[in-house]
C-alpha cells in the first residue's frame, strides 16, 4: 500500500517518529515551513539535509515505480565509481498507520545530491566549452559502467566542479550503454544554444537554432511534436511554432509519449491523446503510464487495476498493489 502524498509530508515534519533510520532527517521548507515537495506521476521527491550531507528522498508511488528502484539500487550498488552519486534502497523506512487504523510501513529511496550547480545554473556561470567537454566525459564514463540513465535530461544533472554527475537514474539500465545517446544530443544543443552564435561556429557539429518559445511560466521540451507548457489557466501543450494545440487547463501534464500524456485536474489524474480527449477519465489518484508496455497503472481508493493503451481497464482494481485479473476489457466511460 501506498502512502498519501499527504503522509508524506507529515513524515518530513516528523522524522522522529515516522522514519525508521531518517530520524534526525531535516527537509529543506519553503517559506511558510512546509518541506518543498516535486512530483511525477511516479515518485514524490523532497530534499532533506542529513548527517552533514543533502540528499534526495523519493517515495515510490506505484508498482512499476518501485519494481524500477529495486532493480538500479541493487546493480547500482555493485558499481564502485565516481560518476555515479550513492544510491539507496531504504526497506520499510515510512511509517504510518492506514485510514483503518492499521500500521503500515512502505520503502523508499535515498540518493546523494553532491554539492554543486544545477545544470540551468551552469549554463550561466560555465563557458560552454567547459560544459560540453563535461558531456563528453560522462557519457564515455558511463558507456565504460555499461550504464543507460533512460530520464537523462537537464533537470537530472549536477555540475560539481568540472563534470556532470547524473540523479535520479530510477529507470537505469544495465549492460545497454548508449541508449542515452539522443538525450545527450539534446543537452549538448541547450549547451550550444546558450552559449550564443559564436559557440555555435567554434563547434564541429550541424546545429540549427530553434525559435524559443514565449508568453509560458515554464516550457518543457519538444517530444512528439508538441511542447507542455504552464500559462496562467494551468498546464497545456503547443506546437513547435508556439500555436496552442491543447488548451492550458490541467493542473499539471506530463509530457507526450507514444502518443499519450498523464494530467491532473482537480478531480483526478487521467490519461489524453494528441488531440486532448480523456482516453482515461481524470478520476484517479495516480495514473501511471508506461509507453514500453503501452500499459496504464491506475490507482483509485489504495488500490490499483491495469488498462490498455485504449483506456480499456485489464484487471479489477487489487489492493496492496495485486491486480486481479478478468478475462475481458471492461470501456471506460471517455469524457
Given at each position: 500500500m501506498t502512502p498519501s502524498l499527504h503522509t508524506f509530508i507529515q513524515a518530513l515534519q516528523t522524522p522522529e517518529i515516522?522514519?525508521?533510520?531518517?530520524?534526525d532527517a531535516r527537509p529543506v521548507t519553503e517559506a511558510g515551513g512546509i518541506p518543498q515537495l516535486t512530483r511525477t506521476t511516479r515518485f514524490a521527491e523532497a530534499e532533506i539535509a542529513w548527517r552533514g550531507r543533502r540528499w534526495l528522498l523519493s517515495?515510490?508511488?506505484?508498482?512499476?515505480?518501485l519494481a524500477s528502484v529495486e532493480r538500479t539500487a541493487s546493480q547500482a550498488g555493485r558499481l564502485n565509481t565516481e560518476w555515479l552519486a550513492e544510491y539507496r534502497l531504504l526497506r520499510g523506512e515510512l511509517l504510518w498507520v492506514d485510514a483503518e487504523e492499521h500500521p503500515q510501513t512502505c520503502d523508499l529511496v535515498l540518493q546523494h545530491l553532491p554539492a554543486g550547480r544545477s545544470f540551468a545554473e551552469a549554463l550561466l556561470t560555465e563557458p560552454a566549452g567547459r560544459l560540453l567537454e563535461g558531456l563528453d566525459a560522462l557519457q564515455s564514463a558511463l558507456r565504460e559502467l555499461g550504464f543507460s540513465h533512460n530520464n537523462l535530461r537537464a533537470?537530472?544533472?549536477?555540475w560539481i566542479g568540472s563534470r556532470f554527475i547524473p540523479l535520479r537514474y530510477h529507470d537505469a539500465n544495465f549492460g545497454t550503454p548508449d541508449s542515452d545517446a539522443g538525450a545527450f544530443e539534446t543537452l549538448r544543443?541547450?549547451?550550444r544554444e546558450a552559449g550564443g552564435p559564436m559557440q555555435v561556429s567554434d563547434v564541429a557539429a550541424d546545429y540549427i537554432p530553434q525559435r524559443r518559445l514565449t508568453g509560458h511560466r515554464w516550457t518543457?521540451?519538444?517530444f512528439e511534436g508538441l511542447v507542455c507548457v504552464e500559462d496562467e489557466g494551468g498546464f497545456g501543450f503547443v506546437d513547435t511554432d508556439n500555436n496552442p494545440v491543447i488548451a492550458s487547463r490541467f493542473t499539471w501534464a506530463g509530457d507526450f509519449r507514444e502518443g499519450r500524456a498523464e494530467v491532473e485536474t482537480p478531480g483526478g489524474m487521467g490519461l489524453i491523446d494528441r488531440n486532448g480527449n480523456y482516453v482515461i477519465p481524470p478520476e484517479y489518484e495516480i495514473v501511471d503510464y508506461s509507453p514500453t508496455e503501452s500499459i496504464v497503472r491506475v490507482r483509485q481508493n489504495g488500490r490499483w487495476a491495469e488498462f490498455d493503451y485504449l483506456g480499456q481497464r485489464l484487471t479489477e482494481f487489487g489492493t496492496n498493489n495485486e491486480e486481479t485479473s478478468i478475462t475481458e476489457p471492461v470501456p471506460v466511460a471517455v469524457r
Open positions: 515516522a522514519f525508521a533510520t531518517l530520524t517515495l515510490p508511488l506505484s508498482p512499476a515505480a533537470d537530472n544533472l549536477r544543443r541547450q549547451v518543457s521540451h519538444v
